[in-house]
């Protein structure tokens, strides 16, 4: 029996008007009404307490574990407080602490029996490779791209892409991810202009990485001025692929960066055969070194190289996951640490094929446990965890608004349920998060003070239609192969 086809997507919102309304969506007020008004967290997201949304002030009632990663605001490397409030006013953190008072009007929700800490920063991924998800099980990254990501990513059309773009961004979201970095590939202005719009829709705080092919500062400032800078948690880096055939290009990579005052973003050694290419000789060439540099992998480094990256405050991305499933090697992260590198992790997309930060995580730490056979080396889980929220702030420079429950900063923040069969009972909570943990413990997630996910759900998400319309554009794609 021929099954009824499935539905085209709506059609896409115009660029100026998507994004208009996210700037007034951001900016609306959220306060309730005249009296405080108290949620229980665990509300399916689409009562009437979700008109909440349009709330400025919320305050996080009772926690029964805040981990700040704050040691000033609260105990230990993490900052942890037990039994403590969150105040989140016009998207910061407002205070934290214990019986916090709840300001007129505000959105009380309760968060009794539930663990808060701030939101997971991805500080590498390809989205839209979620096309490709599970594919190319056998390869290495060589035969990855050969066989999955070079042959569908001539394929794309701009309405495939943004539902592969939202499916994948919605789903690190869901996941806990609240600020994410994207390496695109992706080169026609339609393609970008699509990719962005699908990025701005979920709310997620992101920085669009773009590598141009060729030298074209014209495009690439074109991209950032008229689709990135005008999403309020949208920001810009330019991406490359450091070796020495393509120094000019590289070159040209940089001066475009330094001109428009963001980062250059480099793929850097992930497989022992790119030593050829000498990308850490080509970026020390171009002038690249120094603290707007980003570097994603770089396993195969030498003494002397990390050593060079660590003076010169180069950032770093681990990607374990990536790495382990293409076979790549193992980050020298101790050798990282000790010299002071400041990174953070990856789920790197499509060869990551979920966006489970809790089992990026556990690969943090049993990787380098398995290449050791040392259960203290590092990373331990305090570690892990701030490398999954302030270490990936600090690698991409932007510790001063995120990354941290610090009164100040950007409210990002997740809330996890360890009320669970996979978490239950209580032992050792933050261990838990790490070694139990998955995706359907995030309870709730906040972006800028906005809540994106409330009591397990997404929030305005049709989840379903975002599955569909996926699947049918993955479709179409294979019928033109």
Known sequence: MQSAPTPPPAPAPSRRALLTGLGLAAAAPLALGVTARTTPLGQPADQPDQSAQAGRTVLLR???LVLTMDPAVGSGPLGAIENADVLMQNGTIAAVGTALQAPRGAWVVDASGKLALPGFVDTHTH??????RGGCTDRDLFGWFQGCTDPQRGRLTPAALHSFVRLAALDAVQSGVTTLVDWVDIFSYDLVESYV???AATGVRFTYAMFPPKPDAVLVKKVKKELVDPVPLGSFQVATHAARAVQDLNRAHWEAAQDMGVMLNSHVLERPEQRADDPIGVLTDIGALGPRLLINHAIHLTDDEIAAVAAHDVRAAHCPLSNMRL?????RLSEFRR????????LDGGTNDSSDFHALMKTAIGLQRARTTDAGVFPQ?????????LGGAEALGIADRVGSLTPGKRADLVVIDPAALN??????????????GRPENI????VDGRALKLGGRLVEVDTDRVVREAEAAATRLRATA
């Open 62 to 64: 009772g926690a029964s």
């Open 197 to 199: 719009r699908a990025l």
């Open 339 to 346: 010299r002071g590198v400041k990174f953070g992790l990856g």
């Open 327 to 331: 076979a790549s090697g193992i980050m």
């Open 423 to 436: 978490f239950a009972p209580r032992f050792d909570w933050v261990g838990q998060i790490v070694f139990n």
């Open 443 to 446: 309870d709730a997630v906040f």
């Open 381 to 389: 889980v305090d570690d892990v965890l701030r490398m999954a929220t």
């Open 127 to 132: 989205l839209w490779q979620a096309v490709i």
